[in-house]
């Protein structure tokens, strides 16, 4: 089955980022296609290339980075939405003046139309959030 | 795309106390582009989304309610709003917005996108659904 | 369609279990997940609707891992609950014809 997966919430204050993970994992392991996870409203800092969790913790960019390597998965962040929260990537930063680009590696910033297209080409669309 | 889907956002949270319901309406406004059939969902504390009269000067918040009188123009024309959660609420139809949409098949007649339903079909409407947002 | 509803919110914190559970159809399943697995215990003031909807027809799950978590083993879990871990979660979305994830 081909999912799609939206990510409501940013890492660490929600568990929607690791349920999220943990599902595409699983589904992953089991021969599923994963189509896009798609980061929306806070979830779009779950692609911050800066934070420094406790190395007692995991990671939870890193993680979704490591697994978008291995599996070429296509993890985007809604451009809209980072804009407000000040995730760029070199584009961004450089069309509004921004000194640097903060997105985490495998990450890329498009627009909404990512998520209904998700909508439209998986067999099933599954939200994570608050 | 030749793939027609519906489309079928669930809004269950009032506006200005989180950003949900601003962010949710702008996936539904870039939705209209890609041609598939939407719904809009207002239950639980959604219906506060479509109340008249907001006025946000106070809260120094961007008032967005104008954007749902909008909709109609994005071919956005089946808006469905829980009876059940009106009454809770204290609420009834005529505190909401009347969305419209311009009939083209019908000399571009004005006609309401509102409708008002019970459980059994909200429960109808969810089940029917290809794709449902929540947020 | 049947659909896969998930709740992931305790029913002592929001309502969405409540919402769910008045507009569920009966060929529809629940997995409560996160902080949702609250309304999966036995002798809950949500446990009386739980088991109200289960002789309607609809079928529940938990995830096994939320569970684990917050310390709450599978037999204090209402009985008919099956208990079901990511693998299962992704197989109830095959299974199921679409999917209503109530935040």
């Known amino acids: 089955m081909k999912f799609a997966i939206q990510i409501n919430e940013g890492p660490f204050t929600h568990q929607a980022a690791d349920t999220a993970y943990q599902f595409t994992k699983a589904a992953l392991e089991n021969g ?16 911050t290339m800066y934070g420094v969790p406790p190395q007692d913790d995991r990671n939870v960019q890193a993680l979704w980075s490591d697994l978008a390597e291995k599996h070429d998965l296509d993890l985007v962040v809604c451009v809209a939405a980072a804009q407000r929260r000040g995730i760029m990537d070199e584009d961004e930063a450089k069309r509004h003046g921004k000194g640097a680009s903060n997105i985490a590696p495998k990450f890329r910033i498009s627009g909404l139309g990512q998520l209904i297209e998700a909508g439209i080409q998986a067999e099933r669309l599954m939200v994570f959030g608050d | 795309m030749s793939v027609t889907k519906k489309f079928t956002y669930i809004n269950r949270k009032a506006p200005y106390g989180s950003v949900y319901a601003l962010e949710s309406l702008e996936v539904v406004l870039i939705g209209a582009a890609f041609e598939q059939e939407v719904q809009l969902v207002f239950v639980d504390d959604g219906v506060y989304q479509l109340t008249k009269g907001q006025s946000t000067d106070g809260i120094g918040m961007k008032n967005f309610s104008k954007t ?18 009106l009454a809770d609420r204290g609420l009834t139809l005529d505190d909401l917005q009347a969305l419209t949409y311009e009939d083209e098949d019908d000399d571009w007649a004005e006609k309401s996108s509102m409708n008002l339903v019970n459980r059994e079909q909200l429960a109808d409407l969810i089940s029917d659904a290809d794709v449902l947002l929540n947020f | ?17 409540d919402t769910c559970l008045l507009l569920i159809k009966n060929d529809s399943t629940v997995l409560l997940i996160e902080d949702g697995v ?31 978590a917050r310390g709450l083993s599978a037999d204090r879990v209402i009985d008919g609950i099956s208990v079901v871990d990511y693998a299962g979660f992704v197989q109830l979305a095959v299974d199921h014809d679409n999917v209503q994830n109530w935040l």
């Not at chain 1, 296609?33 to 779009?44: A, M, P, S, T």
């Not at chain 3, 609250?38 to 569970?67: C, H, P, R, Y």
Request: proline share 1%.
């Open chain 1, 32 to 47: 599923h296609e994963i189509f896009r996870v798609f980061f929306y409203h806070d979830g779009v800092n779950n692609g």
């Open chain 2, 68 to 85: 749902y009188a909008a909709l109609g123009d994005y071919d956005v024309n089946q808006i469905y709003v829980c009876e059940q959660s």
């Open chain 3, 1 to 17: 369609m049947s659909t896969l509803h998930t709740v992931n919110k305790s029913p002592f914190e929001r309502n969405s279990l």
């Open chain 3, 38 to 68: 609250a309304g999966a215990l036995q002798n809950t003031t949500a446990s009386q609707s739980i088991s109200d909807a289960m002789g309607e027809g609809v079928k529940f799950a938990v995830l096994g891992e939320d569970l684990n």
